[in-house]
C-alpha cells in the first residue's frame, strides 16, 4: 500500500494542484488529506470546490473547528477572510469531517495529536522556542493507539519518527504555507527555509512502513502577490522564502 499524504493546505490551490501532479506522476493507492486546508487569504472557496470534487478521505484541523465558530468577528483574520468566501455548502462540508480517522486497521490520521487539535506531534515548544520533541515525549502523546502508522500534520514540518515499538509517525509538512508564527504555548516560529509544497509518500513494505518526503515546485510569487492584494504581509514573506 502507498499512501500520499497531504496536509495544511491553507487554501494555496496552485500548491494543491502542483502536489496532486507530483503524486500524479510517482503514484499512490491513496491520498489522505490531514486537515487545515482552507483558512488563509489565497483561494478559500477554489480550494473547497477543488477538495470536494477529489473526495479525498479527510478530516478536519483546528482552522475548520475555528471556521465553524458562531461569530466571525471574533475570528483570526485567516479564518475571518476564508469564512466569508465559503460557501453554505462548503461550511456543511466541513461540519461533517471527523476530528480523526482510521484509514485501514493500524493507519490512524489525526491532525495535532489523538487527543487535541492544536498540539505538536513531533515537536515541543517551551519558552526558549520550538525543539524535535523527545521519543518519550512523543511515545506519550501516542499513548495507547494501537496503529502501525500515525500521520499526523499542524506544525508544516516534514518529520518522522519511529518509536521504540515500531510504530512510524509521520507529518507530511505543509501544501500551501511554509512558514508561520504562533503563540500557542509559548511565542514560536515555524520555518522550512523555502517556499516549495510539501507532501509525504509512505509505503507498507515486508519491513514495515517508509516515509519519503517531497517538496515541490510552484508558482509560490503569485501566491504571495495574492496574500499581499488580500492585506497580509506575512503570509507573503512567508510564501515567497518559507521564512517569516
Known amino acids: 500500500m502507498k499512501i500520499a499524504a497531504l496536509s495544511d493546505i491553507h487554501g494555496n490551490l496552485p500548491a494543491l494542484e502542483a502536489v496532486l501532479d507530483d503524486i500524479g506522476q510517482r503514484g499512490a493507492d491513496v491520498v489522505v488529506n490531514l486537515g487545515d486546508m482552507l483558512s488563509g487569504p489565497l483561494y478559500p472557496s477554489q480550494t473547497a470546490d477543488r477538495l470536494m470534487q477529489l473526495g479525498l478521505p479527510t478530516i478536519r484541523g483546528n482552522h475548520e473547528r475555528q471556521l465553524l465558530a458562531a461569530d466571525p468577528s471574533r475570528m483570526g483574520p485567516s479564518d475571518r477572510f476564508a469564512r466569508a468566501a ?41 519558552a526558549d522556542g520550538c525543539r524535535t520533541a523527545t ?20 506544525t508544516h514540518l516534514q518529520r518522522s519518527m519511529k518509536l521504540a515499538d515500531g510504530r512510524l509517525i509521520v507529518n507530511p509538512g505543509s501544501v500551501g ?13 515555524m520555518e522550512t527555509g523555502s517556499p516549495h509544497a510539501r507532501y509525504a509518500s509512505i509505503t507498507r513494505t515486508p519491513d514495515g512502513w517508509e516515509a519519503v518526503f517531497r517538496t515541490v ?13 488580500n492585506g497580509r504581509p506575512d503570509w507573503e514573506a512567508a510564501l515567497r522564502t518559507g521564512y517569516c
Open 135 to 154: 521519543h518519550g515525549e512523543v511515545g506519550r502523546r501516542a499513548a495507547d493507539v494501537e496503529a502501525t502508522l500515525i500521520l499526523c500534520g499542524h
Open 217 to 229: 515546485e510552484y508558482d509560490w510569487h503569485a501566491a504571495a502577490e495574492q496574500a499581499a492584494s
Open 86 to 126: 465559503l460557501s453554505r455548502a462548503h461550511l456543511a462540508w466541513v461540519r461533517e469531517l471527523p476530528a480523526t480517522l482510521w484509514l485501514e486497521s493500524d493507519v490512524l490520521l489525526v491532525h495535532g495529536t489523538p487527543q487535541d487539535d492544536l498540539s505538536y506531534f513531533l515537536e515541543t515548544v517551551t
Open 177 to 189: 504555507l511554509p512558514a508561520y508564527e504562533d503563540s500557542h504555548p509559548f511565542a514560536h516560529r
